[in-house]
């Protein structure tokens, strides 16, 4: 069984231009997630979509952040513009049952913003 | 608001020695509670979760938790540790609402 699959794997940009990241969910996993690592530090939730709906994002910065999941399957995170803080890695994850269930991870996108 | 404290940034232990990698929680309810692994430039890796039962449970590579309602803990443990173990790992605690929060994480060392 294929993996959650992200991509690029890694992303340098200068500020102010932007970058968008794409996933992949598992098969059949109607819950997906995308979360920001930083150095050092735990992951937090940006957007947590059940099939196309957006259910969860609260922690979003809406101003230059916007994300979609089109038919309920592949995912699209993107940044406009790009800032020197959004250096990160973004991870992407899904999940089976989205109460008990565990998250399943992709090896994430690392933006590195100059 | 839900909460999850891993008090240690890095555990040393000795290849062969029991681990210990703590981990506290804050939520209101019967909280779910996961460990994950992450290893150098990849995704975390599920390793085990509490959701109702036997305070302890066991997950992949040896690795089992307690689950200890009283102490709001969820301490993650390996009877004899291997210097492959050595990596970074992350407590969760999953509440109402669906929401999973991440601990800070605790990097584990396993000199050999």
């Known amino acids: 069984e294929a993996g959650v699959v992200q991509s690029p794997r890694y992303k340098i940009i200068e500020k102010k231009q932007p970058v968008a990241f794409w996933c992949n969910p598992i098969?059949?996993?109607?819950?997906l997630y995308w979360y920001r690592q930083n150095l050092g530090q735990g992951p937090e939730l940006l957007i947590r979509?059940?099939?196309?709906?957006?259910?969860?994002d609260s922690q979003l910065p809406k101003d230059r952040f916007s994300a979609e999941r089109l038919k309920g399957v592949d995912s699209t995170l993107k940044i406009q513009p790009a800032e020197l803080g959004d250096s990160a890695v973004y991870l992407c994850?899904?999940?089976?049952?989205?109460?008990?269930?565990?998250?399943?991870f992709g090896e994430g996108s690392r933006l590195t913003v100059l | 608001a839900q909460s999850v404290a891993q008090p240690e940034d890095q555990v040393n232990v000795a290849e062969g020695n029991p681990l210990t990698v703590k981990c506290t929680y804050s939520?209101?309810?019967?909280?779910?509670l996961f460990w994950y692994v992450q290893y150098p430039n990849r995704g975390l890796q599920f390793l085990l979760k509490?959701?109702?039962?036997?305070?302890l449970v066991k997950g992949s590579y040896g690795f089992e938790a307690e689950f200890n309602k009283s102490q709001t803990s969820f301490h993650l443990k390996k009877p004899s540790a291997l210097v492959s173990d050595s990596a970074l790992y992350f407590c969760?605690?999953?509440?109402?609402?669906?929401?999973?929060?991440f601990g800070a994480g605790t990097r584990l060392f396993v000199k050999a």
């Open positions: 994850a899904s999940s089976l049952d989205r109460s008990t269930g565990e998250l399943f």
């Open positions: 098969s059949g996993h109607n819950t």
């Open positions: 979509y059940e099939n196309e709906e957006a259910v969860d």
């Open positions: 939520v209101s309810g019967n909280p779910y």
């Open positions: 509490y959701i109702t039962g036997d305070n």
């Open positions: 969760a605690v999953r509440q109402g609402g669906f929401k999973t929060i």
